[in-house]
């Protein structure tokens, strides 16, 4: 079993950053990717951005290229997701996840999911 607790969320700006965490607990030895998605209101949840644990490799979706940064913290278990440049159109709840497959960039790679944390750009 692992636990994945995210933070950071809140309401921001358009324009303004914020860095997100998703701490790991529990088994994660063998859950190499730890990926983010996000679901706005009425959408499907979409890929953002995965690292894995053991070569620190990023991988983006297209809404987080040039704009939001992914890394990892070995020693805390933490993998952040820091975003910069919000739109408002970046509004949504925020997931983090662990998997132990290849490929990143999809639901069904992922084992274990975090409850989520809410993310709200004004304009």
């Known amino acids: 079993q692992v636990h994945l607790i995210e933070s950071g969320g809140g309401l921001v700006q358009a324009g303004g950053s914020l860095r997100l965490s998703c701490a790991a607990s529990?088994?994660?030895?063998?859950?190499?990717?730890v990926g983010w998605f996000r679901q706005a209101p009425g959408k499907e949840r979409e890929f953002v951005a995965a690292?894995?644990?053991?070569?620190?490799?990023?991988f983006y979706g297209d809404s987080a290229k040039g704009r939001f940064t992914i890394a990892r913290d070995l020693a805390k278990k933490t993998v952040y997701l820091t975003m910069y440049s919000l739109k408002p159109e970046d509004t949504a709840v925020y997931y983090c996840?662990?998997?132990?497959?290849?490929?990143?960039?999809?639901?069904?790679?992922?084992?274990?999911w975090g409850q989520g944390t809410q993310v709200t750009v004004s304009s």
């Open positions: 529990g088994r994660t030895s063998g859950h190499d990717a």
């Open positions: 996840a662990v998997g132990d497959r290849d490929t990143v960039t999809l639901q069904t790679d992922y084992n274990y």
């Open positions: 690292i894995r644990w053991s070569d620190n490799s990023p």
